[in-house]
């Protein structure tokens, strides 16, 4: 049977990166993107890549209804959110399809703190009832551009102030995982439907949240203060942001609490079968800042 390829998330920081691997590896290749009416798909047309879309929502079961309907996959790579798996195991027990899934989980699982991890073991429990072949791929935090969630707000902050709170003691240990090591794991499990079970994906260094800002001043060529700021400050502040801005709030009670928490986890399963060799600390933030400086959203 010819592959077929089903993808959602193409447009986000790990999709685009790993259409771009796609391009490179398999030049002109099919791919079904399922994106939002909203999303913006003009960045994915620059790839060699056969693309036909779909448009949807993923979180919605009408969605994977209507697309599962029309075409049997071979694989589906879910990038969007692991919490989703629900509604796609509905879908396709429905048509009765069982292609490979690799699905994007999240570190977050082993989290303490029960409405974060508690949401993700449930789904990953759904996962693992599933009849077919599937890769779930953990990553920690990833990051590697102005796309990224955490740390290119932290570059530009520190670029901007030359200061950065430390709320705690700032000694729990992080590793972000660069998005293109996380996008070149997608395509090795892509080219291994055999590979079946749960993967943590974590970066090439272990750093404390301190030694991370250290890291940042380094390569922007300029001091960062660490303001050191009790614990409960950050929780207390959280919990008022969260409760006036609802939905909207930039920063969540769970988010500092979880600041406490180690956030390092050994990738070596990950490395015996996906072969995964991820890079440096310091030399993916040195091309995220090289990126970001080239963008001018940080001073030269
Ligand atoms: N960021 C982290 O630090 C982190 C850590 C651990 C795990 N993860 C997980 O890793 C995955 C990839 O993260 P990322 O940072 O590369 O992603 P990202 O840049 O945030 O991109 C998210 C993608 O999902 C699409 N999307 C969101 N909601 C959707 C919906 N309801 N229907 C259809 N498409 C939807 C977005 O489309 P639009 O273009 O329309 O917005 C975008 O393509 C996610 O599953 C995330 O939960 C992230």
Same mark, same amino acid.
Request: proline share 4%; with cysteine; net charge positive.
């Given at each position: 049977?010819?592959?077929?390829?089903?993808?959602?998330?193409?447009?986000?920081?790990?999709?685009?990166?790993?259409?771009?691997?796609?391009?490179?590896?398999?030049?002109?290749?099919?791919?079904?993107?399922?994106?939002?009416?909203?999303?913006?798909?003009?960045?994915?047309?620059?790839?060699?890549?056969?693309?036909?879309? /779909?448009?949807?929502?993923?979180?919605?079961?009408?969605?994977?209804?209507?697309?599962?309907?029309?075409?049997?996959?071979?694989?589906?790579? /879910?990038?969007?959110?692991?919490?989703?798996? /629900?509604?796609?195991?509905?879908?396709?027990?429905?048509?009765? /399809?069982?292609?490979?899934?690799?699905?994007?989980?999240?570190?977050?699982?082993?989290?303490?703190?029960?409405?974060?991890?508690?949401?993700?073991?449930?789904?990953?429990?759904?996962?693992?009832?599933?009849?077919?072949?599937?890769?779930?791929?953990?990553?920690?935090?990833?990051?590697?551009?102005?796309?990224?969630?955490?740390?290119?707000?932290?570059?530009?902050?520190?670029?901007?102030?030359?200061?950065?709170?430390?709320?705690?003691?700032?000694?729990?240990?992080?590793?972000?995982?660069?998005?293109?090591?996380?996008?070149?794991?997608?395509?090795?499990?892509?080219?291994?439907?055999?590979?079946?079970?749960?993967?943590?994906?974590?970066?090439?260094?272990?750093?404390?949240?301190?030694?991370?800002?250290?890291?940042?001043?380094?390569?922007?060529?300029?001091?960062?203060?660490?303001?050191?700021?009790?614990?409960?400050?950050?929780?207390?502040?959280?919990?008022?942001?969260?409760?006036?801005?609802? +939905?909207?709030?930039?920063?969540?009670?769970?988010?500092?609490?979880?600041?406490?928490?180690?956030?390092?986890?050994?990738?070596?399963?990950?490395?015996?079968?996906?072969?995964?060799?991820?890079?440096?600390? +310091?030399?993916?933030?040195?091309?995220?800042?090289?990126?970001?400086?080239?963008?001018?959203?940080?001073?030269?």
């Amino acid at each position: 049977m010819q592959s077929s390829i089903l993808i959602s998330g193409a447009t986000g920081l790990t999709g685009s990166i790993f259409l771009s691997l796609l391009a490179q590896k398999q030049p002109g290749a099919t791919l079904h993107c399922l994106v939002r009416p909203t999303s913006d798909c003009r960045l994915l047309e620059k790839f060699n890549l056969k693309l036909t879309y /779909h448009s949807g929502d993923s979180a919605r079961r009408t969605t994977w209804d209507k697309i599962l309907v029309q075409k049997n996959f071979t694989t589906i790579i /879910h990038l969007v959110q692991l919490r989703q798996i /629900h509604t796609i195991l509905d879908s396709l027990r429905q048509v009765q /399809h069982t292609p490979n899934l690799i699905i994007i989980g999240t570190t977050g699982v082993y989290s303490q703190y029960n409405h974060y991890g508690s949401e993700y073991k449930e789904a990953e429990k759904a996962l693992a009832t599933y009849t077919g072949c599937y890769c779930l791929l953990r990553p920690t935090m990833i990051y590697g551009s102005h796309q990224d969630k955490n740390l290119h707000k932290l570059i530009k902050f520190c670029d901007r102030y030359g200061f950065f709170p430390v709320f705690g003691s700032g000694d729990n240990l992080i590793q972000p995982v660069h998005a293109e090591d996380l996008a070149q794991a997608i395509l090795t499990a892509l080219q291994r439907p055999h590979i079946q079970g749960a993967y943590d994906f974590s970066g090439g260094t272990v750093v404390t949240f301190r030694e991370l800002l250290t890291l940042v001043g380094k390569l922007l060529g300029k001091p960062v203060r660490q303001i050191s700021l009790p614990l409960n400050a950050g929780v207390w502040s959280a919990t008022i942001i969260e409760n006036l801005l609802k +939905e909207r709030s930039p920063v969540r009670r769970e988010q500092i609490l979880r600041l406490q928490e180690d956030k390092a986890y050994p990738h070596d399963a990950a490395q015996r079968d996906l072969d995964f060799f991820p890079r440096s600390l +310091e030399e993916g933030l040195r091309l995220e800042v090289e990126l970001m400086r080239s963008l001018g959203m940080i001073s030269s």
